[in-house]
Nanobody, 118 residues
């Protein structure tokens, strides 16, 4: 059974940085796409970034391009989200998710809170 566990959230001032981690277990992830989503208070969950585990190809939401970087560590089955130049509107619960090929995101972590103060 695939398990995803996020860590690294917290409170940071605007302009600051945080790095989120997502530890994955229960499978070999070479065929997976791994992604970060977030849910701001009172809003729908939204896509942030995705990485193709095998190739390392990435894609980002326009709102985070140039500020966030998604990466993975194959040896440790861990995905990261480096968040720089944080803004109050980045405040959200951040989730990591995984899927295989064109399927829906089947596996989700429990979420980690990121709060950016102005």
């Amino acid at each position: 059974q695939v398990q995803l566990v996020e860590s690294g959230g917290g409170l940071v001032q605007a302009g600051g940085s945080l790095r989120l981690s997502c530890a994955a277990s229960g499978s070999t992830f070479s065929e997976y796409l791994m992604a970060w989503f977030r849910q701001p208070p009172g809003k729908e969950r939204e896509f942030v970034a995705v990485i193709v585990w095998n190739s390392g190809s990435t894609n980002y939401a326009d709102s985070v391009k140039g500020r966030f970087t998604i990466s993975r560590d194959n040896a440790n089955n861990t995905m990261y989200l480096q968040m720089n130049s944080l803004k109050p509107e980045d405040t959200a619960v951040y989730y990591c998710a995984a899927r295989v090929g064109g399927s829906d995101y089947k596996y989700w972590g429990q979420g980690t809170q990121v709060t950016v103060s102005s």
